[in-house]
């Protein structure tokens, strides 16, 4: 059984994504809610269609529509487009090695003073933060408590992209 996506799937993703990161076709997530948008999944291209929520298309309609215009890239364009995307995961998962290289060196200081090797608190703080842990709600709540008043701090805290996506922010 396949899980790939459909065309339409992936068209629809893009153009969440692409609101979501202020990229054409649309630099709002709230327009979105207006209606359906279906964009192209490559990165450079701009086509989007935006469905009629009032009348809405057949699927089958739509899934054409996105595929019509997927044949007219260049399959260079396409090969372009997944190596910008494998480049970029390269990169986040070699900053991600690279935070756990401090876990490790904080944990190991610490075994080397004759402590617990979790008992450094930058480690553990690191270490929340890199597998998602509750505690780092801990961390964004003091970035936040301690950026008040603070020149140029002000939503220094990240937040998680699933609770930006559900709340409309971009």
């Known amino acids: 059984?396949?899980?790939?996506?459909?065309?339409?799937?992936?068209?629809?993703?893009?153009?969440?994504?692409?609101?979501?990161?202020?990229?054409?076709?649309?630099?709002?997530?709230?327009?979105?809610?207006?209606?359906?948008?279906?964009?192209?999944?490559?990165?450079?291209?701009?086509?989007?269609?935006?469905?009629?929520?009032?009348?809405?298309?057949?699927?089958?309609?739509?899934?054409?529509?996105?595929?019509?215009h997927l044949a007219g890239h260049n399959v260079v364009d396409v090969l372009r487009s997944l190596q910008a995307a494998r480049d970029a995961s390269v990169a986040v998962r070699e900053s991600n090695n690279r935070a756990w290289d401090v876990v490790n060196l904080h944990r190991l200081r610490a075994v080397h003073h004759g402590e617990h090797a979790y008992s450094d608190p930058v480690g553990q703080m690191l270490s929340a933060a890199l597998v998602g842990t509750a505690e780092h709600d801990d961390v964004r709540r003091e970035l936040t408590e301690l950026s008040e008043g603070v020149?140029?701090?002000?939503?220094?805290?990240?937040?998680?992209?699933?609770?930006?996506?559900?709340?409309?922010?971009?």
């Open 151 to 170: 020149a140029g701090a002000r939503n220094i805290a990240s937040v998680p992209v699933a609770e930006r996506l559900n709340s409309g922010q971009p």
């Open 1 to 68: 059984m396949s899980h790939a996506p459909s065309a339409l799937q992936a068209a629809q993703h893009a153009g969440l994504w692409k609101a979501d990161h202020g990229q054409a076709p649309h630099y709002s997530r709230a327009a979105l809610e207006l209606w359906p948008c279906y964009a192209c999944p490559l990165d450079d291209c701009d086509w989007h269609h935006d469905d009629d929520a009032a009348r809405p298309s057949a699927p089958a309609l739509l899934e054409a529509k996105v595929l019509e």
